[in-house]
């Protein structure tokens, strides 16, 4: 668990990091795949936080998930592909 937390812990920064990069963007495709990175770091961190209860953290990353989502869901029924 402690090895779990120590090296998790990193993944989700770089996860988070790459998510930000790609959104970013000025590219329509890039952008789009930074909101499903971003989903998905915000995802890892909501699951780390649950074992190390703190669950406010868990409640802001799972809606930092949601928001990242619906916005790859909205960019992509607008055409952007």
Known sequence: MEDFVKYGQWI???ISLLGI????S???????SGYIVTALG???????FIF????AFV??????TFI???????NKREGIQ
């Not at 000025?26 to 789009?32: A, F, I, M, S």
């Not at 409640?59 to 930092?64: E, Q």
């Open 42 to 48: 915000r995802l890892s961190g909501a699951i780390l």
């Open 12 to 14: 989700v920064v770089v």
């Open 26 to 32: 000025t590219k329509p495709k890039t952008r789009l």
């Open 59 to 64: 409640i802001v990353n799972l809606i930092h």
């Open 52 to 55: 190390l209860d703190l669950y």
């Open 68 to 74: 990242g989502i619906r916005g790859y869901l909205k």
């Open 21 to 24: 990069t790609l959104v970013s």
